[in-house]
């Protein structure tokens, strides 16, 4: 199995809240068993539902809470809300290498050059498979990037940003009544209001959520900027990774139940954390938001230059039918220096070196990680799925993975041992 499961069933003593990792002392996230009601105690302050019998429990501080109720018969487990309490940095912007490729077809977007991972070589052959396979405008998907927040305003983004329809924007109103309020683009589970509740304020103040959107759909044959890989997508912003990349799981779950029950039908997430403690919550919600919603998780390997079936790095190493894991390659072909890999847990490549998108303010610039690789792939994915929308998440998975482009050196890295490939993704769906 990709990722070993440890029940916290019968936890014996408060060494559940030990010092060993970061976590919010003021939330604990417990599912009951079946037919059990949730158990009273006098220091919880709010009860939250998530989904199914997975619930968050708003505390003074989870210190406050007794042995005798976290041994209570009634959950199936109990679990900290830990932080990614990752050493690595988020991707900053860089000097962008000038590896212009020509054949642009008949996009305008004058930046459009610089994307060498459109290329037909190294690339994800993008620019072919709209010169000789797209043949008109798909079906809208909407793509939820799950991140540092989007900047709305972008002149790249703005014409591709998800609105949601039932809500007025700045009159302060849960409009809606879906428990946000002013939720016009997405949610910013970062910012809370007295309730607790999620913010609609999802503006990017770092620059990577917006370059992370700009991969997936930038604005193509706008004449300004870049093109994204998708020609038909709303990017739906979520803030829920602060600029130290240092998220929380009952953001991430909370994240995703938002963007799959608003349409989201693939969720980017380009960050990871390298520890787990046994905890389900997330694994869990991606196999809910698959089986009840039909959305597909894309998650980045991560940039410690390991084997994460080994060092296992979450939510990459997650046993999950509805969740593809994504490492980096280089203009070169190769993989990236920096990507993580793994027979069992990696599934395939895409390009994440020096890829040129949008950053905040109407600017661009280029970045590293996987954190671009998995926008590559999810790009890929929504045109994919924009020509195909019968697809399950799970058929547009081995989909995806089987049409790759094999490349020798990653047969012992990668379950699929190749690079995601837009070209031969829409051949394979037209043949079938």
């Keep these: 199995m990709k990722f070993l499961v440890a029940l916290l069933v019968a936890v014996t003593s408060l060494s559940l809240f030990a010092n060993e990792v970061r976590y919010n002392p003021k939330r604990l996230i417990v599912k009951l068993k079946e037919g059990q009601a949730m158990p009273a105690h006098h220091s919880i302050k709010r009860v939250?539902?998530?989904?199914?019998?997975?619930?968050?429990?708003?505390?003074?501080?989870?210190?406050?809470?007794?042995?005798?109720?976290?041994?209570s018969d009634a959950f199936e487990y109990v679990e900290k809300d830990y932080y990614s309490n990752r050493k690595d940095k988020l991707p900053t912007a860089e000097k962008t290498i000038e590896l212009?490729?020509?054949?642009?077809?008949?996009?305008?977007?004058?930046?459009?050059?610089?994307?060498?991972?459109?290329?037909?070589?190294?690339?994800?052959?993008?620019?072919?498979?709209?010169?000789?396979?797209i043949n008109g405008k798909g079906a809208e998907v909407i793509v939820a990037v799950v991140d540092t927040g989007v900047d709305f305003n972008h002149e790249?983004?703005?014409?591709?940003?998800?609105?949601?329809?039932?809500?007025?924007a700045g009159n302060n109103i849960d409009d809606d009544g879906n428990g946000y309020v002013d939720d016009v683009h997405?949610?910013?589970?970062?910012?809370?209001?007295?309730?607790?509740?999620?913010?609609?304020?999802?503006?990017?103040?770092?620059?990577?959520?917006?370059?992370?959107?700009?991969?997936?759909?930038?604005?193509?044959?706008?004449?300004?900027?870049?093109?994204g890989v998708a020609s038909n997508v709303k990017i739906m912003g979520i803030r829920t990774v602060p600029n130290s990349g240092d998220e929380l799981d009952v953001d991430v779950v909370e994240s995703f139940l938002y963007a799959a029950k608003n349409g989201a039908k693939i969720i980017?997430?380009?960050?990871?954390?390298?520890?787990?403690?046994?905890?389900?919550?997330?694994?869990e919600a991606i196999k809910y938001i698959g089986e009840k919603y039909g959305t597909l998780v894309i998650a980045a390997s991560g940039n410690s230059s390991q084997d994460i079936d080994r060092r296992l790095t979450y939510p990459a190493s997650f046993e999950n039918d509805h969740l593809m894991v994504v490492a980096s390659t280089s203009n070169r072909g190769g993989m990236s220096y920096f990507s993580n890999y793994g027979k069992k847990n990696v599934d395939l490549a895409a390009p994440?070196?020096?890829?040129?998108?949008?950053?905040?303010?109407?600017?661009?610039?280029?970045?590293?990680?996987?954190?671009?690789?998995?926008?590559?792939?999810?790009?890929?994915?929504?045109?994919?799925?924009?020509?195909?929308?019968?697809?399950?998440?799970v058929e547009l998975k081995r989909l995806l993975m089987e049409?790759?482009?094999?490349?020798?050196?990653?047969?012992s890295k990668l379950v699929t041992g190749g690079r995601i490939d837009l070209y031969s993704a829409l051949q394979k769906a037209l043949i079938k």
């Design 48 to 71: 939250q539902h998530l989904f199914e019998r997975l619930y968050v429990l708003h505390l003074e501080d989870v210190k406050s809470l007794k042995s005798d109720f976290l041994n």
């Design 100 to 133: 212009d490729h020509k054949g642009n077809g008949d996009f305008n977007d004058p930046k459009l050059g610089k994307l060498w991972h459109f290329n037909n070589k190294t690339g994800m052959s993008v620019t072919r498979a709209y010169n000789e396979v």
């Design 156 to 168: 790249d983004l703005k014409e591709v940003m998800w609105i949601n329809e039932g809500e007025i």
């Design 186 to 227: 997405g949610i910013n589970t970062l910012s809370r209001d007295t309730d607790g509740n999620a913010t609609g304020n999802m503006k990017d103040t770092h620059s990577h959520g917006t370059h992370v959107s700009g991969i997936i759909g930038a604005k193509q044959n706008n004449g300004v900027g870049i093109a």
């Design 268 to 283: 980017n997430c380009s960050f990871g954390k390298s520890h787990n403690e046994g905890g389900q919550a997330v694994s």
């Design 352 to 393: 994440g070196s020096s890829v040129y998108s949008t950053t905040p303010n109407n600017r661009y610039s280029s970045m590293s990680g996987t954190s671009m690789a998995s926008p590559a792939a999810a790009g890929v994915a929504a045109e994919v799925l924009s020509h195909n929308p019968e697809l399950g998440p």
């Design 403 to 411: 049409s790759t482009t094999k490349v020798g050196r990653f047969s």
